[in-house]
């Protein structure tokens, strides 16, 4: 084990001790200390789920990034692990960037980006590079053959500098990877390698590219079957608002298509947002024993980023979510095993809304959520949460326009940043339904059984726990609110 290495796991060994339980959320993972961003090397291993994330152990903003670990049994209880990766080769002087993992026999397979800055005469260069380590899932050592990818392979005019986050998996006994590059024109572009040994690899095809249209840089590939379609999912960078499909900046997208196999050929038919909350990026997905297919999130935005006072950590993950195809839509809900950590069920079947009030036993900060909205007597529908005297988050529902909007304007917010975002929503017979997952720092919409999710933080006292339903003429609701405990 190198001494940066080393370095790094004594130091959240004992910081992250100091953090108390009740600092944390309390069904998401969080940092064991210091900074968080990109889930890597989401997969199972020898019958566990582990979970990889960028990580910079030494302060709550980003740094040279380390390999952060964690492993779970049902992807709700999370067991912190020794930090995998550091930034100790020369290679990946600059930081061990974005990546995934697979099982292969008894080994478990790292795949990331090194980085490494260096100079060429006057010039300070970046140069991305894909690498492989090799582990028991605890401890790993990183390949003498590393880079096993240069981007040399690339089609010309690649990019040198832009060239990160390998998604491998495995396949009749041979492995693929997708990786996010950047074209000769500037924009983003996902290359496919194919290799018979993980340390000896071939550049097959580009699937998919930008053209500068979809954004610019393409990070955080991932590419799987779902159901009788085939996705692939980016992290462009630097998109255009359109509509409120497409918010400007940093995305997370599915694109819909089919895939010829024997050929690598892609073909794109439709673009659907991952998400349309204020906070989500980079996700991954693994495929669980049971054949679902779970994908997890940053729950974070780099241009828009708050940051805990008083915290001692900084960046969560989503939920993980079951994925499946509907209604020519990617779809996505919570993955059942939160419904174990269950308690305290209160209901409300058909009751009318109209001024605002609340209801007794639907509060708190921990919360799993069913509503359904029904009716056609009202034009908008607002629920506050994380509510005290002075502060609160919202949800709004407009009717006329079809729309549902989350707004964390009140929430105690001391910076001139985002703090709504809509996406557009459809009734089926006069009902929207929703369900809402709300956890200390964070609120998580999923809309009509998983059509689209919106994923939000907040940082409001955690004490303040009210919540309250108001609309504008009569609308009816039914709320199912269950309390979750991990303990």
């Given at each position: ?12 060994k004992?910081e992250s ?25 989401f997969s199972d ?12 152990p ?5 740094g040279p ?10 992807f709700i ?10 930034p100790?080769?020369?290679?990946d ?10 099982e ?6 790292l ?20 690498c ?15 880079p ?7 089609p010309?005019?690649?990019s040198?500098?832009?060239f ?5 998996w495995k ?9 996010g590059?950047r074209n ?5 572009q996902i290359?496919?390698?194919?290799a ?7 550049f097959e ?6 053209e ?5 840089m393409?990070?955080?590939p ?8 085939q ?5 462009p ?9 497409f918010?400007?900046?940093n ?8 895939y ?40 974070q935005s ?7 006072a008083n915290h001692?950590w900084?960046g969560?993950?989503?939920l993980p979510?079951?994925?499946f195809?509907?209604n020519?839509?990617?779809?996505q ?11 305290n069920?209160a ?9 605002e009030?609340?209801?007794?036993g639907?509060?708190?900060?921990s919360l799993?959520l069913?509503?359904?909205l ?5 034009k908008?529908?607002?629920m ?6 002075r ?7 407009d009717?006329?326009?079809?729309t549902l909007?989350?707004d964390?304007t009140?929430?105690?917010l001391?910076?001139?940043?985002i ?13 929207l339904?929703?369900r ?9 919409i999923?809309?009509?059984g998983?059509?689209q ?12 726990t009210?919540?309250?339903?108001a ?7 039914d ?9």
């Amino acid at each position: 084990m190198s001494e940066i290495l080393n370095k790094a796991r004594e130091y959240e060994k004992e910081e992250s001790a100091k953090i108390v339980k009740e600092n944390r959320p309390v069904f998401h993972f969080s940092t064991p200390v210091g900074w968080l961003n990109d889930p890597n090397g989401f997969s199972d291993y020898k019958g566990e789920h582990h979970l990889f994330f960028q990580y910079y152990p030494y302060g709550t903003y980003w740094g040279p990034m380390h390999w952060g670990h964690a492993k779970s049994k049902d992807f709700i209880k999370w067991e912190y692990l020794p930090a995998a990766l550091a930034p100790d080769e020369d290679y990946d002087n600059f930081g061990v960037f974005s990546g995934s993992a697979i099982e292969d026999g008894e080994e478990q397979v790292l795949v990331y980006t090194a980085v490494e800055e260096r100079k060429e005469g006057n010039k300070k260069l970046i140069r991305q590079t894909q690498c492989i380590a090799v582990g028991d899932g605890m401890n790993y050592r990183k390949h003498k053959n590393n880079p096993v990818i240069k981007a040399d392979l690339l089609p010309e005019g690649s990019s040198l500098e832009d060239f990160r986050d390998p998604k491998i998996w495995k396949e009749d006994d041979r492995y693929y990877m997708v990786v996010g590059s950047r074209n000769a024109d500037g924009s983003g572009q996902i290359a496919l390698f194919s290799a018979e040994k993980p340390d000896e690899w071939k550049f097959e095809k580009i699937l998919d590219k930008s053209e500068n249209k979809v954004g610019r840089m393409w990070e955080c590939p991932d590419f799987f079957n779902l159901s009788e379609k085939q996705i692939l999912i980016i992290s462009p960078q630097e998109m255009e608002a359109e509509g409120l499909e497409f918010h400007a900046g940093n995305n997370a997208l599915f694109l819909v298509g089919s895939y010829e196999k024997e050929n690598f050929n892609f073909t794109r038919e439709n673009i659907q947002s991952a998400d349309y909350g204020l906070d989500f990026y980079a996700p991954q997905t693994l495929v669980a024993e049971d054949g679902r297919r779970v994908m997890i999130g940053w729950m974070q935005s780099w241009d828009n980023p708050i940051y805990p006072a008083n915290h001692s950590w900084s960046g969560m993950m989503t939920l993980p979510r079951e994925l499946f195809y509907k209604n020519e839509r990617v779809c996505q809900l919570p993955v059942r095993e939160i419904e174990a950590y269950r308690k305290n069920e209160a209901f409300y079947g058909n009751i009318c809304i109209e001024e605002e009030r609340e209801l007794a036993g639907i509060s708190g900060r921990s919360l799993d959520l069913e509503l359904s909205l029904k009716g056609n007597e009202y034009k908008k529908f607002r629920m506050k949460l994380a509510a005290d005297e002075r502060h609160y988050s919202e949800i709004v529902y407009d009717r006329t326009e079809g729309t549902l909007t989350f707004d964390r304007t009140y929430s105690g917010l001391r910076k001139d940043s985002i703090t709504a975002r809509s996406m557009k929503v459809r009734e089926e017979n006069n009902e929207l339904n929703l369900r809402i997952l709300i956890d200390k720092y964070s609120v998580e919409i999923f809309a009509n059984g998983g059509e689209q999710a919106m994923t939000s933080l907040i940082y409001t006292d955690v004490n303040a726990t009210k919540m309250t339903f108001a609309s504008d003429g009569k609308a009816y609701m039914d709320i199912k609110k269950y309390e979750i405990e991990v303990k």
